[in-house]
């Protein structure tokens, strides 16, 4: 029976629409920021001030989304992290290494030159699958998984860059991160599982930030995205955007499984980072034996993290709502905190 509130407004009931998407506090949020990005992108420059930092702001509001799903996590669960973490990492990273020694032998570093695959290369391949969208993975673990797989990632951010994608295409002695770029990108979290450990009133505080900052992070993770990049691919850069979700989320499923998940986490990790697309012009750099690669393998790669965007959310919610269940049925009790409240 509708409520008072509802018969003022009509009966419009937004929110039970958008749950009805798979994944939809993510993936509708994320399309609207994509359309607007790409048919209206002067938006942010035009309106400005708080309008103009939303577009803007995926980072800020991922360093609060860090510190309050930090707050969810206990530190019990730090050994689960490290295991979790590592495996996935070894499992994306190593199915990269696979397909990138198989399509080297094959195509060596020059790119595909004509038919339906012109373009296609083996560092297009690699830069597409080495790489895990960490906020989108966050994101969906905040809606989807259990609160220690969020710190997962803290393992997982080692795939940011092109430090593994030279060490797969075999390239020696090149870049990696300096460590207070890695020591930020965890840091956020580290106060948040501070603070949480600490007292548990702001472990319940904090928690119940989380889902209500999902949709505001989708939104501007959204208006990062080119929806003209897929059109400028063409079924190319569709299908290898549909590979990775396929080819990396069935073997992360199964490896989150065996590391005593639901599978949830893995299939949140088969996607790529933005942050990709632009390790093909870094590796060509370092490399010329690459230099012809680097400017399909760019709009391939791109492509990718638009595909991804939307087919990983998808494909995670499909997979927390028929395994999302521990296998015991059982809650664990670093994860009876507010945090399992927001579905």
Avoid at 103 to 115: N, Q, S, T, V
């Amino acid at each position: 029976m509708a409520t008072e509130a509802d018969k003022d407004l009509g009966g419009i009931r937004i929110k039970r629409a958008i749950e009805r998407v798979p994944g939809g506090m993510m993936v509708v949020p994320l399309l609207i920021g994509a359309v607007i990005a790409t048919l209206f992108p002067t938006t942010p420059k035009v309106f400005g001030s708080f309008t103009g930092a939303l577009f803007t702001g995926a980072l800020p509001i991922l360093a609060v989304f860090y510190v309050c799903m930090g707050a969810s996590i206990d530190f019990r669960a730090t050994p689960y992290i490290v295991k979790k973490g590592g495996t996935l990492l070894v499992v994306k990273v190593g199915i990269a290494m696979i397909l990138g020694v198989v399509f080297g032998r094959l195509l060596g570093e020059a790119p595909i030159g004509a038919g339906l695959f012109a373009g296609l290369s083996t560092l297009a391949i690699v830069a597409a699958m080495n790489d895990t969208n960490g906020g989108l993975y966050m994101a969906l673990m905040g809606q989807y998984g259990r609160p220690r797989d969020v710190g997962a990632y803290t393992i997982m951010c080692l795939e940011s860059g092109p430090f593994l994608t030279m060490v797969t295409l075999g390239v020696a002695g090149l870049s990696a991160f300096p460590w207070q770029t890695m020591v930020g990108s965890i840091l956020p979290l580290l106060v948040g599982m501070l603070l949480g450990n600490l007292d548990r009133e702001m472990r319940a505080f904090l928690g119940r930030a989380v889902p209500v900052m999902i949709p505001f992070f989708a939104f501007a993770l959204g208006t990062g995205l080119d929806l003209t990049k897929i059109w400028q691919a063409g079924l190319l850069g569709l299908g290898l955007g549909v590979a990775v979700t396929v080819l990396t989320g069935i073997p992360l499923f199964f490896a989150d499984r065996l590391t005593g998940g639901t599978g949830v986490a893995g299939v949140a990790a088969s996607s790529t980072a933005g942050n990709a697309a632009a390790v093909p012009a870094i590796i060509a750099a370092a490399n010329p034996a690459y230099a012809e690669a680097a400017a399909p393998a760019t709009v391939l790669v791109a492509a990718t993290v638009v595909v991804t965007a939307i087919l990983t959310p998808l494909a995670t919610a499909w997979t927390a709502k028929h395994f999302g269940e521990p296998a015991d049925g059982a809650v664990e009790p670093a994860e009876a905190a507010p945090v399992a409240e927001r579905a």
